[in-house]
């Protein structure tokens, strides 16, 4: 059996498609006997929020086959024939599907500690649940985080920053007001994969390009909002989906609301 992009066997509650990534929130259906052998058409991310769930992805602490408590983030390269499943119908599990880049090392199915992934994955879990207007780029920015954690490719050794990364972070600073600015439009522009752009700009400049869009949006705000430009004209002037997402954008960046930050220079 051969599941389409994005498909699991269970009952979804929440989804949302975001620059190419399938992200769902789900409730197994079957029992383990019930589960036939099947493969994915594409590359995918099980966060298990239950205990109990059998999957081929290992590594040297995790046998194959074993069973995974909550919190455990495993990865499924494509074409990989398994029968990963709980233990017991009705575990929670969070999804994350998308093809790879041609060329990425993809490697076994693998059980994942890597801390940066793990925080990406659970804060995914969040956003999923409150799923706002414009909350699209912070929605790529995590599963980005995620996929950088699993896929190499040779160019991405490369040192120091190439002309292509430089021309992708002056491009966030200029295009960061435009609304709905994903990181695959800047990757599209200068000519790589957004998982490449995604690990390369993290190597180089300490962060992901999902969150330097998030900060120079938030910049561009912060000037706007000294000089007391109403709050809803702001939203707008500065690429955010309303005043409710620039409220909450600017506070994860600033530590506090555009009303204080406004106050802070009278």
Same mark, same amino acid.
Request: glycine content about 8%; overall charge negative.
């Given at each position: ?58 590594d040297p602490q995790s046998p194959r086959d074993a069973s995974f408590g909550p919190g455990a983030l495993l990865w499924n390269p494509p074409g990989v024939e398994h029968r990963d499943s709980f233990e017991k119908p009705g575990g929670r599990f969070l999804s994350v599907s998308f093809m790879p880049p041609k060329g990425a090392a993809q490697g076994d199915p693998l059980r994942l500690r890597d801390s940066c992934a793990g925080t990406a994955a659970r804060r995914l879990v969040g956003r999923l649940a409150r799923l706002s ?11 980005? %985080?995620? =996929? ?9 050794? #490369?040192?120091? *920053?190439?002309?292509? !990364?430089?021309? +992708? ?66 939203? %707008?002037? =500065? ?9 909450? #954008?600017?506070? *994860?960046?600033?530590? !506090?609301?555009? +009303? ?7």
């Open positions: 059996m051969s599941f389409l992009p994005g498909a699991f066997l269970g009952d979804r509650s929440r989804a949302t498609d975001v620059a190419g990534f399938k992200v769902g929130l789900w409730r197994a259906s079957l029992p383990p006997e019930g589960v036939p052998t099947h493969v994915h058409e594409d590359a995918h991310f099980v966060l298990a929020l239950d205990g109990g769930y059998r999957s081929l992805a290992h207007a414009g909350d699209e780029v912070a929605v790529e920015g995590l599963v980005l %985080d995620m =996929a950088s954690a699993v896929l190499s490719a040779g160019e991405l050794d #490369e040192d120091p *920053a190439p002309d292509w !990364l430089l021309r +992708a972070d002056q491009m966030i600073w200029d295009l960061c007001v435009q609304p709905g600015l994903e990181v695959r439009e800047v990757a599209r522009e200068v000519g790589v994969h957004p998982v490449s752009l995604a690990r390369r700009y993290r190597r180089h400049f300490g962060r992901s390009p999902a969150t330097a869009i998030r900060i120079a949006r938030a910049d561009q705000a912060a000037v706007f909002v000294a000089r007391g430009v109403d709050l809803a004209e702001t939203a %707008d002037r =500065a690429g955010y989906a309303d005043q409710s997402h620039l409220t909450r #954008e600017f506070g *994860a960046v600033y530590g !506090l609301t555009p +009303a204080r930050y406004r106050a802070a220079f009278v």
